[in-house]
C-alpha cells in the first residue's frame, strides 16, 4: 500500500502557496534535482546543504533572504524504483526553458504543479515528457477556459487518460473543482503508477539542495 499523489489535493498540502513536485523512475534523486535546476530562466548554482524538513527548509531561506519566496530550494528523495523532488520557495515561474531537458536521455518525468495562491486563479497541472516529447498534459480542473482543459500529447497516452477520467465521470462541470482536482490526481495515481511518501515530505528531512546565484 502507497501514499499515491491525491493527498496533494489538500490544501496547502506541502507549503503555503502550492505545490511544485516532479517524478521520474530509473533515476538517482539528486541526479534529478540537479537536471531540474539546470532548467531555470536565470542562472543558478545548485549547493547541497544537509538533510532537512520542509519547515527547515523554508525558515532557512526566510533567513537568509528575508522572505521564503525570495529563495529556491530544491528538498528530494526516493521510494522503490521513483526518485521525487520538491520544490520550495518562490519556484513559480522560474523553471522550464533553460539547459538541457530534464527528459533527456529516454527519461519519463511527470510534473505535478499548483499555484495555489495565484489570484487569477491558475488551475493546478500535469506534464509528462519522455525524451524529448509531451505525452501528455492537461489542468487538473478540466477548465476549458485555461489552456488544455483535456488531456494533450501522445494519442495512445492520451487515450489512455481519457478514458480513465471518463470512468471517473469526469468532466462534470457540476463538480467542485477541488473534487475535480483529486479525482484528476487519482486517476494519474492509477495510470502511471505515481506515488509520493506523504509523512515523509511533510515531517521527516530529505536531503536538500539550495539554489544560489553565481
Not at 73 to 98: C, M, N, P, T
Not at 156 to 185: F, I, K, M, N, S
Amino acid at each position: 500500500m502507497t501514499d499515491g499523489i491525491a493527498w496533494l489535493a489538500a490544501p496547502q498540502s506541502i507549503a503555503w502557496g502550492g505545490y511544485s513536485v516532479v517524478i521520474a523512475p530509473d533515476l538517482e534523486s539528486e541526479s534529478l534535482a540537479r537536471r531540474i535546476a539546470e532548467t531555470t530562466h536565470r542562472p543558478y548554482e545548485p549547493r547541497p546543504i544537509g538533510d532537512l524538513t520542509g519547515r527547515q527548509v523554508q525558515d532557512l531561506m526566510e533567513g537568509l533572504y528575508g522572505d521564503v519566496l525570495d529563495g529556491i530550494a530544491l528538498r528530494h528523495g526516493e521510494l522503490d524504483e521513483w526518485s521525487y523532488v520538491i520544490k520550495y520557495g518562490g519556484w513559480q515561474g522560474e523553471f522550464g526553458s533553460g539547459g538541457r531537458p530534464v527528459d533527456r536521455g529516454g527519461l519519463h518525468v511527470f510534473q505535478l504543479e499548483y499555484e495555489e495562491e495565484n489570484g487569477k486563479p491558475v488551475p493546478p497541472s500535469f506534464t509528462y515528457r519522455h525524451d524529448g516529447n509531451r505525452m501528455c498534459v492537461f489542468n487538473l480542473h478540466l477548465d476549458g477556459s485555461w489552456g488544455h482543459g483535456s488531456p494533450e500529447g501522445d494519442p495512445e497516452v492520451v487515450a489512455a487518460v481519457q478514458e480513465r477520467l471518463t470512468a471517473a465521470g469526469l468532466p462534470d462541470d457540476d463538480l467542485d473543482h477541488r473534487v475535480v482536482h483529486r479525482t484528476c490526481l487519482e486517476v494519474l495515481q492509477q495510470q502511471f503508477g505515481l506515488t509520493l511518501p506523504r509523512e515523509r515530505i511533510l515531517a521527516d528531512t530529505l536531503p536538500t539542495l539550495l539554489l544560489t546565484r553565481p
